[in-house]
């Protein structure tokens, strides 16, 4: 079955740091370029992070050198590092693959696979 199982979210505190992970089955990982996107309530989904079947990464300006994207090809898995939290990072997060193998995604509908997402909140 073709999937994508997130996990890791949870509730912090505004400077924690929080360690996504995403699981991949049913295809061959190592051909995709995979992201990490999230949406946060009333907002549109919005990208964080892309990792390329070479491991190239991208980062939206947001970020600013807080978050870390990796992917482990041996297991199947894409990571996204949180750290400094902020309030507004509170949204879900969703691990999503590119539309086809061997394809660099350049806009957000370039994704056509992602799974149940994980809920990362961050309060004070």
């Known amino acids: 079955q073709v999937q994508l199982v997130e996990s890791g979210g949870g509730l912090v505190q505004p400077g924690d740091s929080l360690r996504l992970s995403c699981a991949a089955s049913?295809?061959?990982?190592?051909?995709?370029?995979m992201g990490w996107f999230r949406q946060a309530a009333g907002k549109e989904r919005e990208l964080v992070a892309r990792?390329?079947?070479?491991?190239?990464?991208y980062y939206t300006n947001f970020v600013q050198g807080r978050f870390t994207i990796s992917r482990d090809n041996a297991t199947n898995a894409v990571y996204l590092q949180l750290n400094s939290l902020k309030l507004e990072d509170t949204a879900v997060y969703f691990c999503?693959?590119?539309?086809?193998?061997?394809?660099?995604?350049?806009?957000?509908?370039?994704?056509?696979?992602w799974g149940q997402g994980t809920q990362v909140t961050v309060s004070s």
């Open positions: 049913g295809f061959d990982f190592s051909l995709y370029d």
């Open positions: 999503e693959r590119g539309r086809q193998p061997y394809y660099t995604p350049v806009r957000d509908a370039d994704y056509n696979l």
């Open positions: 990792v390329s079947i070479s491991t190239r990464t």
